[in-house]
């Protein structure tokens, strides 16, 4: 559960860095957000997963 919770930490350490740092980069890729179509934000989503499912099992490996 620590694992877990410590996750979550940095996933809002991340997320609140890029709202303070960049606000109007962050603006401008939500405006962004619709004209990308769904099957590349999925295959975008997907890596992400691989690539974060892998770091963690070399790391925790």
């Known amino acids: 559960m620590s694992d877990l919770l410590t996750g979550i930490a940095f996933f809002l350490i991340i997320e609140g860095l890029v709202y ?4 109007r980069f ?5 405006k ?6 769904e099957q590349h934000l ?3 989503g ?3 997963v691989t ?3 892998g770091l963690v ?3 925790r490996g």
Request: aromatic share 4%.
């Open 57 to 59: 099992w070399l790391l």
């Open 32 to 37: 962004m957000l619709p004209s990308i179509p």
């Open 42 to 44: 999925r295959l975008c």
């Open 20 to 23: 303070a740092l960049a606000p």
């Open 26 to 30: 962050l603006v401008d890729m939500a």
């Open 46 to 48: 997907l890596v992400a």
């Open 51 to 53: 690539l974060g499912v």
